[in-house]
């Protein structure tokens, strides 16, 4: 069961980002404030979720949420200021678009770069520990899924219905085939066979 938060006193945000490893489109990130009452068993970190399941749990999480929000950086300012700080941007952006300001941030990851003057803490694996990370991984997750299917129409050739922009073997091939399109992050390498990125 994942715990609510970790200092209850205070209105905490959760934060998580999706998209980091991918070799195409935006990062997304999503902020999410929840109520002290909120419960959900289904709940758990996006990536042990179904897609079916993470679209179920995206409007009740929204319908409860006291506040939730979500921050995008394009593939263009990624190649521009690295993909980390284009995370922590996303998250940045995220936080504030939030109708209530937060007094803790909650981060998945191990890093982070300070937003204004709001404390903050860093979680490994802090989606699969905290509803609200939880909640904002499903968020961040399911907003960018939309995105790289309505973009998948444009270019079907790279299989992002399927891949949503992640170096798999097809998507390699693809580039390799057909070369890389406008919405292909330059600043990655996207043309050898490395399959994976790491960070």
């Not at 994942?2 to 990130?29: H, K, M, N, Q, T």
């Not at 990624?78 to 939030?98: T, Y």
Request: glycine residues 4%; neutral net charge.
């Amino acid at each position: 069961m994942l715990e609510l938060s970790l200092y209850p006193d205070l209105i905490e945000a959760g934060c998580d980002e999706a998209g980091r490893g991918c070799l195409a489109g935006p990062v997304f990130a999503a902020a999410v404030i929840l109520p002290s009452d909120f419960i959900c068993e289904a709940l758990n970190d996006s990536k042990q979720l179904s897609e079916k399941k993470r679209y179920e749990l995206r409007p009740y999480i929204e319908e409860k949420a006291l506040a939730w929000a979500v921050g995008i950086v394009t593939h263009e300012e990624i190649d521009k200021i690295n993909i980390l700080n284009a995370s922590f941007l996303a998250m940045h952006r995220a936080v504030e678009a939030l109708k209530i300001r937060p007094q803790h941030l909650l981060i998945d990851g191990n890093r982070f770069k300070k937003f204004e003057d709001i404390p903050h803490t860093c979680i490994v694996k802090g989606d699969g520990k905290l509803l609200p990370i939880a909640a904002a991984s499903v968020l961040a997750k399911t907003y960018r899924d939309d995105y790289m299917l309505a973009i998948h129409k444009e270019y079907p050739m790279y299989d992002w219905n399927k891949n949503k922009g992640y170096p798999t073997l097809k998507h390699r091939n693809a580039i390799a085939k057909f070369d890389i399109c406008s919405y292909h992050r330059k600043s990655f390498n996207l043309k050898d066979n490395q399959l994976s990125i790491d960070f």
